[in-house]
């Protein structure tokens, strides 16, 4: 019932987005514990230093990082899961958020579709910190959105989630985890983002 009621209220938001709106919800990051003291001790640094080191390395360094986690399914992964594909979209939702919800079927089969191009989608699953959680299951069973998905670990957390302020945000990289194109905010229909990813194939093909 509750799966019900998010994608409808989805099904509304989207069409008020088809007159030009933004789809999306303020982000909510699950904290993994292990990652609270730390994130106190980076506060008490201030920002100033690590927010130069960021501008200078953006370009060079791969988006998440060196990282460790584990799907909803409980399997260990880390960075290397980039590696298995030329492009890979990155999709951060949530299971509070109805538009997350509503293009995750869209999702689902652009993975059937361009996995033997050479693309693979992967989620995160922003307010998510432990494998098996039985909510994200069931939306991911409910909409076929079958792909793989992590949860928030203390890596990912310190990392680029820290500038997630919507889901769903989506983001692009390479084999090597390196950016490709702007990350986009918000749900947007199947058509949009075969365009999206027709165009960054091309690229990453390109700079081979």
């Known amino acids: 019932m509750?799966?019900?009621?998010?994608?409808?209220?989805a099904a509304v938001i989207l069409m008020i987005t088809s007159s030009g709106m933004f789809a999306g919800c303020g982000a909510k990051r699950a904290e993994p514990e292990t990652a609270k003291?730390?994130?106190?001790?980076?506060?008490?640094?201030?920002?100033?230093?690590?927010e130069s080191s960021?501008?200078?390395?953006a370009e060079a360094s791969p988006l998440f990082g060196s990282f460790?986690?584990?799907t909803l399914d409980g399997e260990a992964v880390d960075q290397e899961i980039f590696s298995g594909a030329d492009l890979t979209m990155v999709n951060i939702w949530g299971t509070f958020c109805g538009p997350c919800i509503s293009e995750m079927p869209d999702l689902g089969e652009i993975s059937e579709e361009y996995k033997?191009?050479?693309?693979?989608?992967?989620?995160?699953?922003?307010?998510?910190?432990?494998?098996?959680?039985?909510?994200?299951?069931?939306?991911?069973?409910?909409?076929?959105?079958?792909?793989?998905?992590i949860v928030v670990s203390k890596d990912l957390y310190l990392g680029y989630l820290q500038e997630v302020q919507v889901v769903p945000t989506t983001v692009f990289v390479d084999k090597e985890g390196k950016q490709v194109g702007s990350a986009q905010?918000?749900?947007?229909?199947?058509?949009?983002w075969e365009e999206a990813i027709n165009e960054l194939l091309e690229q990453v093909k390109d700079e081979r």
Do not use: F, P, W
């Open 2 to 9: 509750k799966l019900k009621r998010l994608i409808s209220g």
């Open 37 to 50: 003291e730390e994130t106190r001790s980076t506060e008490e640094k201030g920002t100033e230093a690590s």
């Open 54 to 57: 960021e501008e200078e390395t």
């Open 68 to 70: 460790t986690s584990e």
């Open 116 to 149: 033997d191009k050479g693309v693979q989608v992967i989620g995160i699953v922003s307010d998510v910190v432990e494998a098996k959680d039985e909510t994200a299951l069931e939306i991911v069973n409910t909409t076929g959105a079958d792909y793989t998905h």
């Open 185 to 192: 905010y918000g749900a947007k229909s199947k058509e949009k």
